[in-house]
């Protein structure tokens, strides 16, 4: 098991927490993960571990869907359509 492996499933065992979101994406981001990443910029920033139950259970995503999953987050973080950290109502999330 890799450093990273490790530090992961620390995380998972310490669960959500004000810094902390699991989000499950098995094929494709949900809404909410945009929610959450407005939510660490208003805030003091955080970690979002995709793949993951609200349990813990580290479920993982689709391998043929990571790149896509990928690309949309990327995409979706740099638009400034897609997301705001100030609240804009006219935002779209």
């Given at each position: 098991?890799?450093?990273?492996?490790?530090?992961?499933?620390?995380?998972?065992?310490?669960?959500?927490?004000?810094?902390?979101?699991?989000?499950?994406?098995?094929n494709?981001?949900?809404?909410?993960?945009?929610?959450?990443?407005?939510?660490?910029?208003?805030?003091?920033?955080?970690?979002?571990?995709?793949?993951?139950?609200?349990?813990?259970?580290?479920?993982?995503?689709?391998?043929?869907?990571?790149?896509?999953?990928?690309?949309?987050?990327?995409t979706?973080?740099?638009?400034?359509?897609?997301?705001?950290?100030?609240?804009?109502?006219?935002?779209?999330?």
């Open positions: 098991m890799t450093a990273d492996e490790r530090k992961v499933l620390e995380m998972t065992r310490r669960g959500e927490g004000l810094d902390l979101e699991f989000k499950t994406c098995w494709q981001l949900n809404r909410d993960v945009y929610e959450t990443v407005c939510a660490f910029l208003n805030r003091h920033g955080g970690t979002m571990l995709l793949g993951v139950q609200d349990d813990g259970t580290v479920q993982g995503i689709d391998a043929d869907a990571v790149q896509q999953v990928r690309r949309d987050f990327v979706a973080i740099t638009n400034p359509q897609k997301l705001t950290s100030h609240g804009d109502p006219r935002a779209g999330v």
